[in-house]
């Protein structure tokens, strides 16, 4: 075991890559359930629940595990949120013209474009082309969007859509029709306390130095959470739980190329692979900054074996019949649990795999419980910020943008894409006036071309 995964040499354990690959499991375990929810949509997009679910389960578990064993690289992976719901929406929004067999073709034609991209090693320039300032700034970024994640679904932070009319005079004056204004969740809702509880309960974990911290954290909140009536048992007698998977209900290669030929999608497979390429992209750099990869030799190396991996999950996610599988931002949680290698994700897609039989039991976890744990994974990702030089404006404002946008839109591939506009115009102008402004690489010269186009012609859809 040590001498497959490295143990020593990255300054590691079996245990402490246990906890960790646990940690990441329980931290993105709800995407069992939400997967399949939002690509059913109650049925209307002709997807099967137990379908859907099963290929999340089996996608997730598999590619979670390739990754460790070949790449020996700390990072899980699983159909992708925001991803999913633009799967389900160009099928609902289509009037019945476009199935969810032609979404799942251009998935997978998708995940072929990006096999391609990573062979030719064109994503992998991408770590030579972007500056380590951004580097930074995306990793940061991605902390303060884990943090979203967890105020949102703990119910800490609200979103409220208040009139004009309703606005009180003077306030919010730039209010045209409506606005979406931020709040304090109700502090007499049990999951908000609860929450706040595991919040309070981890952090004295990690202030303690505890190993283990995250993991304890999130079992001591579900058993207070179990104390205060937030558990629902009732999943686990209830005559709709599956104890056994049912696999010949998989969704098996539901494919429709002729379709998909005369129906004219290349905006749909256009916006999947340009999603994927940037959220994959931060994803893995703030996953590899955070576990000290990239600073070691064979760092960038492992980065481009990992994308390969992900390029492949893409479309066996596609060919098991869910959503664009990739690389998950809540890997993070058990990095910051001290996982460093591949046994972390060969024990987080092992957790995915026995998901498919201890379903009930996995949804005991209260959402509360692992929105603390994301909102501390936040805190500690925000530490990369110290490396970012913002008294160098031409990386400072870029990386600026780069951290705000991806939270305060809800969307990684937004704030990478306003980091690689803003670098490339900052720092053209001030070679071109002499203010030793740094050399724009041909790469971001390209990605600064494709993001211009992709907003004019999808807005700011995906």
């Known amino acids: 075991m040590d001498r497959f995964f490295k143990l020593k040499e990255h300054g590691s354990s079996v245990r402490t890559e246990i906890l960790a690959g646990l940690t990441t499991f329980m931290t993105m375990a709800y995407v069992l359930a939400v997967n399949p929810n939002i690509l059913t949509a109650g049925g209307a997009t002709g997807m099967n629940w137990t379908a859907v679910f099963l290929a999340t389960a089996i996608a997730a578990g598999v590619m979670t595990i390739a990754m460790g064993l070949f790449v020996n690289f700390p990072v899980a992976l699983a159909p992708g949120m925001g991803l999913n719901a633009y799967f389900a929406t160009v099928i609902l929004a289509s009037a019945g013209t476009f199935t969810y067999q032609m979404a799942l073709t251009a998935v997978f034609i998708s995940g072929i474009i990006f096999i391609i991209l990573t062979v030719t090693r064109i994503r992998q320039l991408l770590l030579v082309a972007v500056p380590d300032g951004l580097k930074h700034a995306i990793t940061v970024g991605i902390g303060l969007f884990i943090t979203i994640i967890g105020l949102k679904n703990s119910g800490l932070m609200t979103i409220a859509v208040e009139t004009a009319s309703d606005v009180p005079k003077g306030k919010y004056t730039d209010l045209q029709s409506f606005e979406s204004i931020l709040h304090l969740g109700s502090l007499k809702d049990p999951n908000v306390i609860l929450a706040l509880v595991g919040l309070i309960v981890i952090s004295v974990l990690m202030v303690m130095r505890v190993r283990g911290a995250i993991l304890f954290g999130i079992l ?109 931002v809540e890997s993070s949680a058990g990095v910051a649990q001290g996982g460093r290698t591949g046994l972390t994700s060969v024990t987080t897609g092992i957790c995915f795999l026995l998901a498919l039989f201890l379903a009930p039991i996995a949804g005991l976890i209260p959402g509360s419980a692992t929105a603390a744990a994301l909102i501390i994974v936040g805190v500690l990702m925000m530490q990369s910020v110290r490396e970012i030089d913002f008294t160098n404006l031409v990386i400072g404002i870029p990386a600026f943008l780069t951290i705000v946008f991806m939270p305060f839109t809800y969307n990684i591939s937004n704030g990478i894409s306003l980091g690689i506009v803003s670098y490339v115009i900052l720092a053209f102008i001030a070679n071109a006036a002499g203010k030793a402004g740094e050399k724009v690489h041909w790469l971001m010269w390209i990605l600064f071309v494709l993001v211009i186009l992709r907003y004019i012609f999808t807005g700011s859809e995906g």
């Open 220 to 328: 001591i909140t579900t058993v207070i959470g179990m104390l205060m009536g937030q558990v629902d048992f009732s999943i686990l007698s209830s005559p709709e739980t599956k104890w056994v998977p049912d696999l010949s209900q998989l969704a098996l290669a539901h494919f429709d190329f002729p379709g998909v030929m005369n129906t004219g999608i290349i905006t749909v497979i256009a916006t999947f692979t340009f999603v994927e390429l940037f959220d994959t992209f931060g994803t893995m750099v703030g996953t590899a900054n955070r576990a000290g990869i990239l600073q070691k030799p064979d760092g960038k190396k492992r980065l481009g074996k990992a994308m390969f991996v992900d390029a492949i999950g893409v479309s066996a996610g596609a060919l098991l019949g869910t959503s664009t599988v990739t690389a998950y």
